[in-house]
Structures are given as C-alpha cells and as structure tokens.
C-alpha cells in the first residue's frame, strides 16, 4: 500500500460539515468562505444529486450569522492597528478578503482613529526612531521611512517618527 485513500466526493452534508469546521475554527469572511468551499469542492469532486451551491450555503451562514463580514472587518481591524499596522494596511487586508465597502466603515473609522498609537507601537516594535539606540545615517532613516510606508502609514506620519531623536516620542498632530 503506497499512501492514504483519498476522501470521498463531496455532497450536501459533507459540504456543509465542512463549512461548519471552518467557521468554527477560524475567524472568516464570506468570500474567505466561499474560496474555500470552491477549493474543496474542486480538490474532491461532487456526488451530490443536486449541483454544488457552496454560495447559498455561505448566503445561509451569514443569515444565521456563523460569518459576519461587519464583525470580521471591525476583528482584524483592531488586531492589525494593535499590531502597528496603519489605515492603509488594514483597508488594503480587508479588500483582500473580500470585505465590501459597506462592512468595512466601522473598521475603518477605528483604523483611523488608532493610526498614532499604531505607529508608536510600529516604531517600538522596530526600534524605530525614538526607540532606536542612537540616530541613523540618511541610508539607514530611508529603510525606517520605506518601512513605515510598507506597514500602512502616511509618509508625513513615517518622517515624523524617523526623525524623532532616541529618547524622544513625537507629539500627535490634531
């Protein structure tokens, strides 16, 4: 015997089984969701009598609220700001799982609210500016600013924090 039998055909109740698992093992979006179902669907076939409709079973889940696209987005939202990642980042993140405009407003407002405390803990967390040790040659102040830009913050934000001396937290903008 060469290796593992391969898993069954999926139908409704597998489908669904699987969904269930994931759901309650991860955080996710609907569209998350959905690209999932899709790939089981296509790695393992179908034997189902009726034809596989992994979108009305996502469109089910969000009905009884086992995915919340809102929720997630408000989720990952603070969990990327606590992370020291900027606006930009996090709407970027939340495009890219497949959060529509609508769900992200809530996720969005925190990110801007959280964007100076986001970058504190960016530059502590990289020893950036006035976190670092000892002021950085023009080269090194280059790859702090490329950085800050990289993790989602404005670069009127990244300048600020790169040139603030060690020792010497810069005061927020109103």
Request: aromatic fraction near 8%; glycine fraction near 6%.
């Amino acid at each position: 015997m060469t290796g593992k039998r391969p898993p069954p055909p999926l139908d409704e109740d597998a489908l669904r089984d699987l969904a269930l698992r994931y759901v309650g093992r991860f955080a996710t979006s609907r569209a998350r969701l959905l690209a999932y179902l899709d790939r089981k669907i296509r790695e393992r076939g179908w034997a189902g009598e009726k034809p596989a409709d992994a979108r009305a079973l996502v469109d089910r889940f969000s009905d009884l609220r086992y995915v919340d696209d809102a929720g997630y987005a408000a989720s990952k939202s603070a969990s990327l700001a606590r992370r020291g990642y900027g606006a930009r980042r996090v709407a970027e993140t939340l495009r890219a799982d497949g959060i529509a405009e609508s769900d992200r407003e809530e996720a969005d407002a925190h990110a801007a609210s959280e964007s100076w405390a986001a970058a504190d803990r960016f530059a502590r967390r990289k020893r950036i500016g006035p976190y670092a040790l000892e002021r950085p040659d023009p080269r090194q102040r280059e790859k702090w600013i490329a950085a800050f830009l990289r993790a989602g913050h404005s670069h009127a934000t990244a300048r600020r924090w790169a040139d603030a001396a060690p020792g010497d937290v810069p005061e927020r903008d109103e």
